[in-house]
C-alpha cells in the first residue's frame, strides 16, 4: 500500500477557514527549531513563536502542502515569514482556544543531516548527547512544551 501524504496541511487549511468563516482570529504556534523556519528569532521564547495569520494582519498567505509563507510587521518593520509544515504545532483563535494541536507525522521526523538549500535563516535547538535505554529509543520523539498565550 502506499504511504499517505501527510494530513497536516490539509487540517490546517480547514481550520484556518473554519475560524475564519466564524469571525475568529487565527494564531498558529511554530517551533522556531525546524530547519528553514524563517521568523524573527527576537520574539522567539521557549524555542516557540505565536503567529497571528489572519488575512488583515498579513500580505500574501499562501498555505500550501510545504509550507506557510506571508510577509507581516514586527515592531514596525515588514518581514518576510517561512513556516515548513514540519514547524507547525497547532492552530487556535485568540477569542476562544478553538483549534488544534497537530500529531507528530512520521513526514515530519526531521534528521539531523537535512540541510536547508534555500538561503534562509535555519535555527536548530541544540541537542545534548545522552544514553538512551532500549525502551526511551523505541518511543517517539516528542515536541516540547507547547504553552498557549492569550
Not at 61 to 65: D, E, G, K, P, R
Not at 68 to 71: A, D, G, K, N, V
Given at each position: 500500500m502506499k504511504a499517505l501524504t501527510p494530513n497536516r496541511p490539509y487540517l490546517l487549511r480547514a481550520y484556518y477557514d473554519w475560524l475564519m468563516d466564524n469571525q475568529l482570529t487565527p494564531h498558529v504556534v511554530v517551533d522556531a527549531y525546524v530547519p528553514g523556519t524563517q521568523v524573527p528569532q527576537q520574539y522567539v521564547k521557549d524555542g516557540q513563536i505565536v503567529l497571528n495569520i489572519t488575512e488583515s494582519a498579513v500580505g500574501g498567505?499562501?498555505?500550501?502542502?510545504e509550507f506557510?509563507?506571508?510577509?507581516a510587521r514586527f515592531g514596525g518593520v515588514p518581514q518576510q515569514v517561512l513556516l515548513p509544515m514540519a514547524s507547525i504545532v497547532a492552530i487556535y483563535a485568540r477569542e476562544n482556544g478553538a483549534g488544534t494541536v497537530f500529531e507528530l507525522e512520521e513526514a515530519y521526523q526531521l534528521e539531523d543531516d537535512i540541510q536547508d538549500e534555500s538561503g534562509l535563516s535555519v535555527v536548530k535547538e541544540p541537542v545534548a548527547e545522552t544514553a538512551a535505554t532500549e525502551s526511551e529509543a523505541k518511543e517517539p520523539k516528542r515536541r516540547g512544551h507547547l504553552t498557549l498565550v492569550k
Open positions: 498567505l499562501q498555505i500550501t502542502n506557510i509563507e506571508f510577509s
